[in-house]
């Protein structure tokens, strides 16, 4: 296949058609919502390769070869990508292993990751010699599939008797370690909302098709240390490495920089501190690895031409330029490998790859042509590359610095020589003109690729630093040629590792004052692909070399790209978000000029909350400003995400049912949520149903569940009730009092304790109606939210109900009140996990 597109490829308009083809028929694959049979994919590669064949013995000229070949490559690639995706998928874990106990045999296959709650590694299925299953259910063999995400917890669950259950300490795992371990296993399943990370996608392309965790209690099988294998030998040379980093290195900020730069592990740097990389827009040296390989690959490159020139011999052997090229993209790449030879720096390597053959062959390529054949063997070996933003970052920096490479080097050359001339060629002049030449060429690329990657970070960040290409121009010859190197020969020479330090710590005073700088970033909401793709093309006219008012045209979709906002309700209608944050409630209720929060989702661990990784996403993409938050009750499935979202907005008021010692009320003082409370926003009315003002002063002191707030939200003619966590003593008030059973007709009901079987009582829904019912619960969560008796209970009823886990994040709009839109259902791929 390969061997046949590259030999059409030396005809040039061909070339292109084939080139074209390959690029459309992978993005057309990877629109499928669920995959074909793998006979369709069949019989279009053999579709493709007859067309082929065909192709190459006739004598066709004109736009017919071009046409067929390009339709030929379109069809090869499409059949090709689903017969890969087709296997991948066969390899999945079976339905019926999900939550049951596996003793599974494996070799820990990269470096585990340290959390606060245990460790986290990846796991490869292999029994090695020892003669048993890989895997064994209840002591029979079954499949499972190859690579597994695995964490190790401190603490477990009893799902018998619903408490936590003490687990044995996780050990000091290392890579290359057989173990066998008890896992409990599941599909893949992460959160779904609108801009939000994939997680999914994220496993597909790691090769991961199940997570787990270990069942290390004292009631399971204890896990065995078999033997230290040689199955891992980068990784465990990559973990010797960073425990010698962490060791030697005791500033935390210096370890955790030089352990992501050196081997490639990002986790060790502190959340504060990627805010402040965010800011500079110079986390792309550490995160998206691709443009930082490139950096170090040109570095190599201008080392070695350096330095091969001073040989005339070696210059006669090979010329320096390609020996150049050669030696970058092999150093390159062994410092990708070395850092964990991630997916996007697989990508810049073939990237790389592509076009240091073609240089080395002479080919003198246009640019377009280059950057087209380039991301086809990129999107060859791995086509899923062209969803993720790295390989359209990395892609469009690494053609801006090779295009920019060749006027840098003639630029150079031509400053030095009119700078020897000018003072009888002495060497200081020439030397002082090379490094002017130089400077001016560094911030010459820098500004290119700032414009050109500003409107795609705007589309797929939502935000662009505004003292980024100041912060690029000191940030990437700063950590490419001092911080990474000393970094690196520190593994020879430990001392250097001193030096690192203090070159980390200039770097961070640097950003760290950059970032102080009132407006350093600007932040705006994420566009829809379209607009977001126009400016990006607007952006790359206004830096071709055309006439100046035909450049100017580009300014037009990169302003409208500055200035588009999200829709909103019109005046007298609003719109229910239940976002999709696992076992816990937050839901975004916005009208035509405000917005409230309804809870704000589960604290995961001590770094993580929906906070911080759905809701202020969210609200950033959708620039939303809160007025008010209304936290329902204490518990953290509802809380653990409000520390966030109240640091990020300062100015939203807080209703509550909190404790006055509660944490949450140092951090904003809150205002009590009580029965009879009304307000009213854009025509839409707001009223507090429960719990009444003598409640808090019961005693004993109620439950937090029996204070949780019901709000009730209506524009007179549609309804929504959001029941936080009332149980059935609280549905039962409500329903006895005659004052609300007006106020309990809604179209739309958050079921009450996320389908709990103590809420949801007959009663309670004959009086509410629902038409629709939403269940916030995290996918097989350990609770067995929604009970089955509730399930029922809305069935009987004809209520639809809406379950987080197989919709992902539900929308519902006033002004459209029979549909609930589903994410997971909307934006269907096929990768994504199909919930039973």
């Not at 970052?393 to 006027?407: E, I, K, P, Q």
């Not at 990657?453 to 001092?482: D, K, M, R």
């Amino acid at each position: 296949m390969y061997a046949t597109a590259l030999r059409l490829a030396v005809w040039p308009r061909t070339g292109g058609a084939v080139g074209l083809g390959l690029l459309a028929g992978m993005a057309l694959q990877l629109q499928q919502a669920t995959l074909s049979a793998p006979a369709v994919y069949v019989a279009f590669v053999l579709l493709a390769l007859v067309g082929y064949a065909w192709v190459a013995s006739k004598k066709i000229v004109g736009l017919w070869r071009h046409g067929v070949a390009g339709l030929c490559a379109l069809a090869l690639a499409w059949g090709m990508t689903g017969l890969r995706a087709v296997l991948f998928m066969s390899q999945a874990l079976a339905p019926a292993l999900e939550g049951r106990d596996v003793l599974v045999t494996g070799v820990v296959a990269d470096m585990p990751q340290a959390t606060e709650s245990g460790l986290r590694f990846r796991l490869r299925v292999d029994a090695g010699e020892s003669g048993t299953g890989a895997a064994l259910l209840d002591g029979t063999p079954v499949t499972v599939p190859a690579l597994l995400d695995v964490g190790w917890y401190t603490t477990g669950f009893n799902l018998q008797t619903q408490t936590p259950e003490l687990q044995r300490t996780p050990p000091a795992l290392r890579a290359g370690q057989r173990w066998q371990l008890p896992l409990r296993l599941k599909a893949p399943h992460g959160s779904i909302n609108p801009h939000g990370f994939d997680y999914e996608l994220y496993l597909w392309t790691q090769g991961v098709q199940a997570t787990g965790y270990v069942r290390a209690t004292v009631s399971s099988p204890e896990p065995q240390l078999m033997e230290q294998t040689t199955a891992a030998p980068v990784a465990q040379l990559r973990q010797w490495v960073r425990d010698r980093i962490q060791t030697r290195v005791t500033d935390p900020r210096s370890a955790g920089l030089l352990t992501a730069l050196v081997v490639g592990d990002q986790r060790a740097i502190e959340r504060s501190d990627w805010d402040v990389f965010r800011a500079t827009g110079i986390s792309h040296l550490v995160s998206i690895s691709g443009l930082h390989i490139t950096m170090f690959a040109w570095a190599a490159t201008w080392l070695v031409r350096r330095g091969w020139r001073t040989s005339a011999r070696l210059c006669q052997w090979v010329p320096a330029s390609h020996a150049a090229w050669g030696m970058g993209l092999l150093l390159a790449t062994a410092y990708a490998v070395f850092s964990g030879w991630g997916v996007p720096a697989q990508r810049t390597c073939l990237m790389l790859a592509m076009v240091v053959l073609l240089r080395l062959q002479g080919a003198r390529w246009p640019w377009p042509w280059v950057a087209l054949w380039a991301a086809v063997g990129v999107l060859l070996w791995d086509p899923w590359a062209m969803l993720q933003p790295g390989f359209w970052l990395s892609f469009v920096a690494v053609m801006l610095l090779f295009a920019a490479g060749d006027a840098t080097n003639s630029g150079a050359g031509g400053a030095g020589r009119a700078g020897a001339r000018g003072l009888n060629g002495s060497k200081l002049e020439r030397g002082w003109a090379r490094l002017r030449a130089g400077a001016v060429a560094m911030w010459r690329e820098q500004w290119l690729i700032t414009l050109a990657l500003a409107p795609l970070v705007l589309l797929w960040f939502g935000q662009v630093s505004l003292v980024g290409l100041l912060a690029n121009v000191v940030a990437i010859p700063w950590v490419t040629l001092v911080v990474t190197p000393l970094g690196l020969l520190g593994l020879v020479w430990p001392a250097l590792w001193t030096a690192a330090t203090g070159a980390v710590v200039l770097l961070y005073a640097a950003m760290d004052a950059l970032a102080a700088v009132p407006y350093a970033a600007l932040s705006l909401p994420l566009p829809p692909l379209l607009p977001g793709v126009l400016a990006a093309l607007g952006a790359a006219l206004l830096l071709m070399p055309l006439p100046r008012a035909l450049r100017m045209m580009g300014l037009v979709p990169v302003l409208a790209l500055l200035l588009w906002r999200p829709p909103v309700p019109e005046p007298g209608e609003f719109s229910l978000l239940a976002a999709d944050v696992g076992q816990g409630n937050a839901v975004l209720v916005q009208t035509a000029r405000h917005a409230l929060l309804f809870d704000a989702g589960p604290r995961y661990s001590l770094e993580s909350d929906a906070g911080n990784r759905v809701l202020l996403p969210l609200l950033k993409a959708l620039d939303v400003q809160l007025d008010t938050v209304v936290l329902s009750h204490r518990d953290i499935d509802h809380v653990g995400g409000a520390p966030a979202v109240l640091m990020m907005q300062p100015h939203a008021n807080l209703l509550s049912s909190l404790e006055p010692q509660h944490t949450l009320q140092q951090l904003r003082a809150s205002q009590r949520c009580e029965a009879g409370m009304r307000w009213q926003w854009d025509g839409v009315d707001f009223e507090v149903l429960h719990p009444d003002a003598a409640d808090y002063e019961a005693e004993p002191a109620p439950k937090a569940n029996a204070l949780s707030c019901v709000l009730r939200i209506s524009n007179g003619r549609q309804a929504a009730l959001l029941a936080g966590d009332i149980e059935a003593a609280q549905e039962q008030r409500l329903v006895d009092d005659p004052a609300m059973l007006p106020l309990l007709r809604a179209d739309v009901l958050l079921v009450p304790h996320h389908g709990s079987k103590t809420s949801s009582t007959d009663a309670f829904l004959r009086a509410v109606q629902p038409r629709h019912a939403l269940v916030q619960a995290g996918y097989r969560n350990r609770y067995g939210h929604p009970a089955a008796t509730v399930v029922a209970r809305y069935e009987a009823l004809g209520t639809h109900l809406v379950l987080s886990p197989r919709c992902g994040a539900a929308r519902w709009h006033s002004a459209e009140p029979q549909n609930v839109a589903c994410m997971r259902e909307d934006e269907r791929h096929y990768w994504a996990h199909d919930v039973p």
